[in-house]
């Protein structure tokens, strides 16, 4: 028993040791609301300063991180300037668009098997070249019923699945890359705080310029390889979730 102990003493360490260290990080957090994350860099195109502003007007102002260049001239017609007559809808990255997210899923499923199979075999010799004497007295047993045999056997089952879902959200993403065909990579993330609960909303994916509205928006179905991520964390979010040592027990408890 010592030997096993010894063994299995380095395994079990890191597992009592892990949730610890989380522990002693909430604990920090006693008292306080949860941080909100930093607004990440936003990449940007290059635009030309109108020739109207205080600075030079061979001047360029970026959001993109890195050097800036000189404007090759200061033109009326101004790059990356919105015109009375140029469409508005997102189309470059730095470009932002609406997200509407209309999620109202229900599926109901239900299987049925049944199955049942009988069978009876019977086999006997009444005489076997008068062998039957001698066996009957030998062993016993009547050569006129051998083998008598009845099987049977029965299996049914049943399952029903359920499900429901509804999320109505409308959310400010970010174009973060254009595709080599002109499909549009955009990002958006939201967070609100309410009091000690942290709410957080992030939509990624793919969208047609084809299927941006004339309002610069977008249904969440005409995205594609989304990923909807709709969670929170706080003093709600912790009361709802099992203690570490009870997801410990449920993992490694055999039983």
């Known amino acids: 028993m010592k030997g096993i102990a010894r063994h299995l003493l380095p395994c079990l360490l890191p597992i009592l040791v892990l949730p610890g260290c989380g522990t002693m990080g909430r604990l920090s957090h006693v008292g306080r609301p949860p941080t909100m994350s930093d607004m990440g860099a936003v990449e940007s ?5 109108s020739i109207a ?17 000189s404007a090759p001239s200061a033109s009326l017609f101004r790059t990356g300037a919105g015109a009375l007559f140029q469409d508005q809808r997102a189309s470059q990255i730095g470009d932002i668009l609406t997200i509407k997210v209309n999620i109202a899923d229900k599926a109901d499923m239900g299987n049925s098997t049944s199955r049942s199979r009988d069978g009876s075999e019977s086999a006997g010799a009444g005489s ?15 050569t006129a ?64 310029p084809q299927d941006i509205a004339r309002d610069n928006s977008v249904q969440h179905s005409q995205i594609a390889e989304a990923r909807i991520s709709y969670g929170g964390k706080g003093q709600l979010t912790d009361a709802q979730q099992a203690r570490w040592g009870q997801q410990l027990l449920d993992i490694l408890s055999p039983f």
């Open 128 to 142: 076997l070249f008068g062998l039957e004497k001698v066996i009957k007295k030998a062993v016993g047993v009547d």
């Open 45 to 49: 195109p290059t635009i030309e300063q």
């Open 145 to 208: 019923s051998l083998v008598d045999s009845t099987s049977k056997s029965k299996n049914s089952g049943a399952g029903t699945t359920s499900r429901s879902e509804t999320v109505n959200m409308t959310i400010a993403a970010v174009v973060t890359g254009v595709l080599p065909n002109g499909n549009l990579v955009i990002r958006g993330r939201q967070e609100t705080r309410v009091n000690f609960e942290l709410r957080e909303l992030i939509v990624t994916g793919i969208v047609r």
């Open 53 to 69: 502003a205080r600075t030079p007007p061979h001047a360029i102002v970026s959001t993109a991180v890195g050097p800036t260049t």
